[in-house]
């Protein structure tokens, strides 16, 4: 069905993925809103299977782009986690701000989570809390995370130190890293969700 | 040398599988996992905190990761590829608002500023805000190709010691890309997500930014 805007340019607004292209005008904003393009990488409806790794150093693993967070609103996320069995060490991650690696998975007393060394399969969750970020109150940092395995090993923490500030800006990307310490495990983590909390 | 496939490996075998199926079971290529390796958008580093530049990033995307418009500009600045292989996911959801047809108001606001208007007068529009977090995402793609629905950017990379001979490529890239089956299935673990991943569909809601106010 083809509309038309009020400067008069037609577009199609029931087919605009059917084409891939663009509308032709003089109309920037109309030729904006057909601006629909079907590819491989648009998998609506499509599989959303987990994001895993087998990196023994840190690598980016799951990230959530397209996101608007302003520097005074607080916001908050959680993921899904798991490894495999293989060898007897464990998994590590941490998380990426835009650009800014803020917990780097790369020393134990420094991730978002590491689970337990037991050779097992193993599967849990994390969460983290960040606080506005305004001048001076740069290192909020706040999380959990949790994991077992069939056996009943629980391992549990809390997110503690950081590699680096927060970038008081705009956040665009949130991006979940990780490692793992043994090439034969392979780290998976799925689910992550982002949220922005009102603050009036 | 850092290969980047389009997609979840279609034979569902996540990084684990993919890496036994490479290394172990059809002998493709040598991955590479030192620790003290790490492939970054800027180079090949010493990772830690005396962190050391080795040398620049040899890659190759695949002709589908070109098709779709993901470039090599594609990936930001300060991305970690890590080592090993890496099946990464990206999720995007645009914001939109619906505004009275015409303008960029919603129909609270176009009341408030109008006054009162014949319904049957008004027509009704989804809006897509093009929001700071949506340019930059939108500037990574080649102009024309970012998709605008909510979506998954699945991507499959491997890094290997040494550059693949291009029977190794073209059939690590038909397991990832084309859904090859692998040989020997009876050599994969039977333990459950080792090697192979539970396929699991999104039900198409945003991924994305859920403002509780």
Redesign the interface.
């Known amino acids: 069905m083809a509309e038309t805007?009020?400067g008069g340019i037609a577009f199609d607004t029931t087919l605009p993925a059917s084409t891939g292209v663009?509308a032709v005008g003089v109309a920037a904003a109309a030729a904006?809103?057909d601006?629909?393009?079907?590819?491989?990488?648009?998998?609506?409806?499509?599989?959303?299977?987990?994001?895993?790794?087998?990196?023994?150093?840190?690598?980016?693993?799951?990230?959530?782009?397209?996101?608007?967070?302003e520097a005074a609103t607080p916001f908050s996320f959680l993921g899904a986690l798991?490894k495999?069995?293989?060898s007897a060490d464990t998994v590590r991650g941490g998380i990426?701000l835009n650009?800014?690696?803020i917990i780097d998975s790369?020393n134990l007393d420094n991730a978002l989570f590491y689970l337990s060394v037991v050779n097992e399969?193993q599967s849990g969750g994390f969460n983290c809390l960040i606080p506005p970020r305004v001048t001076n109150y740069i290192r909020g940092v706040t999380g959990t995370f949790s994991a077992a395995g069939a056996t009943g090993t629980l391992y549990d923490g809390i997110t503690s130190a950081m590699s680096a500030t927060i970038p008081s800006v705009?956040?665009?990307?949130v991006t979940v890293?990780g490692?793992?310490e043994n090439?034969?495990?392979?780290l998976?983590v799925?689910d992550?969700?982002?949220?922005?909390?009102?603050t009036? | 040398m850092l290969y980047i496939f389009?997609?979840?490996p279609k034979t569902?075998l996540?990084?684990?599988g993919l890496?036994h199926c490479v290394e172990r079971v059809e002998k493709l290529a040598i991955?590479e996992?030192?620790?003290?390796?790490?492939y970054r958008k800027e180079g090949v580093f010493i990772?830690?905190q005396q962190e050391e530049q080795l040398y620049p990033v040899e890659h190759r995307l695949s002709q589908?990761c070109l098709?779709?418009?993901?470039t090599w500009d594609w990936f930001?600045?300060?991305?970690?590829?890590?080592?090993?292989?890496?099946?990464?996911?990206?999720?995007?959801?645009?914001?939109f608002k619906v505004v009275v047809?015409?303008t960029d108001l919603n129909l609270e606001e176009f009341l408030a500023k109008r006054g009162p208007t014949r319904l049957a007068k008004l027509e009704l529009e989804r809006l897509?805000i093009r929001?700071?977090?949506?340019e930059?995402?939108e500037a990574r793609w080649t102009p024309?190709?970012?998709?605008?629905?909510?979506?998954?950017?699945?991507l499959t990379w491997l890094?290997t010691t040494h550059q693949l001979p291009p029977f190794a490529y073209e059939r690590i890239r038909d397991l990832i890309e084309y859904g090859a089956t692998p040989k020997d299935l009876h050599r994969y673990s039977q333990?459950?997500?080792?090697h192979f991943?539970?396929?699991?569909?999104?039900?198409?809601s945003s991924?994305?930014?859920?403002?509780?106010?």
Do not use: M
Not at chain 2, 207 to 213: D, F, L, S
């Open positions: 805007s009020p663009a904006r809103r601006h629909v393009h079907p590819s491989a990488v648009t998998y609506a409806g499509g599989n959303t299977t987990e994001a895993t790794t087998t990196s023994t150093t840190t690598v980016d693993i799951l990230t959530v782009s397209s996101l608007s967070i798991r495999t069995s293989g990426k650009t800014t690696v790369i399969p705009t956040i665009t990307d890293n490692r793992v090439a034969l495990i392979t998976g799925d992550v969700h982002v949220y922005t909390l009102a009036s | 389009l997609g979840y569902l996540n990084a684990g890496q991955l996992h030192s620790p003290q390796t790490q990772p830690g589908d098709d779709v418009g993901i930001p600045e300060n991305w970690a590829f890590g080592n090993g292989v890496t099946i990464h996911k990206t999720t995007a959801s645009p914001t047809h015409g897509h929001h700071e977090g949506w930059k995402y024309g190709t970012c998709p605008q629905e909510s979506h998954i950017v699945h890094i333990e459950a997500g080792k991943s539970a396929i699991r569909k999104w039900d198409g991924a994305v930014g859920v403002r509780v106010n």
